[in-house]
C-alpha cells in the first residue's frame, strides 16, 4: 500500500543551502521548494544518443540588485534551494505551483527515484517573458511511500550533487 507524505513530514527530509523562513513551505500533500540559481541553455545544437550523453553548456544568470531573474520566452535550468533525500522506500514528484501554471510558466522535472539524494536542479519553461525573484516558491515536491522498500536504489551521476558543479 502507498501513501503521500504530508508536507511536515517532507520537511524533515528536507535542507536549505540558504536558511529562509521555511514555514510557508509545508503544504498539506507536499512541501514548496524555491529557486536559488538560474541558468540559460546555450543555443548550440544537443545531440543524445543511444549512450549517456553531456549535459547542455549552461551559462549562470545574475539577479538584479533586487534580486529578479528577467527571463524571457524559453527554457531554463534552475537549482533548488533545497537539498532533498528521498527514502529507500518512496519516490518523489515534483509538479509546478499553480500560480506558474496560471500564467504561462511552467516546471519540468523527472522522477526522483528511492534513495536519491542532492540539490535538484528542473526546468522552468517561460511560455511568455517572465520576472522571477530568487527564492521564489516555484513547485511543490510530493513524496509517495510504499510498504516495502524498492529493491534498487538511486546511484546516478547526479547522487549527491551540490551546487552548480553538477549541471
Known amino acids: 500500500m502507498t501513501h503521500i507524505l504530508s508536507g511536515d513530514e517532507i520537511s524533515k527530509l528536507v535542507k536549505q543551502v540558504e536558511n529562509l523562513d521555511s514555514s510557508q513551505q509545508s503544504q498539506p500533500a507536499g512541501f ?5 540559481k538560474v541558468y540559460s541553455y546555450s543555443n548550440s545544437v544537443h545531440t543524445i544518443g543511444v549512450s549517456k550523453t553531456e549535459n547542455s553548456i ?5 539577479p538584479s540588485p533586487d534580486d529578479y531573474f528577467d527571463l524571457g520566452v524559453g527554457a531554463f535550468m534552475l537549482e533548488l534551494n533545497e537539498i532533498t533525500t528521498i527514502p529507500k522506500d518512496a519516490i518523489g ?4 505551483r499553480s500560480t506558474l501554471l ?3 510558466i511552467d516546471v519540468r522535472t523527472a522522477l526522483f527515484d528511492p534513495g536519491y539524494s542532492g540539490q535538484p536542479k528542473v526546468m522552468l519553461v517561460c511560455h511568455r517573458p517572465l520576472r522571477l525573484q530568487r ?4 513547485g511543490q515536491l ?3 511511500r510504499s ?3 524498492f529493491p534498487k536504489q538511486y546511484n546516478g551521476r ?6 552548480s558543479g553538477n549541471l
Open 102 to 104: 496560471r500564467n504561462g
Open 158 to 163: 547526479y547522487q549527491g550533487e551540490r551546487g
Open 147 to 149: 510498504d516495502t522498500d
Open 58 to 62: 549552461l551559462q549562470e544568470m545574475t
Open 135 to 138: 527564492f521564489s516558491r516555484i
Open 32 to 36: 514548496d521548494v524555491t529557486v536559488s
Open 142 to 144: 510530493i513524496l509517495f
Open 93 to 96: 514528484i515534483l509538479l509546478p
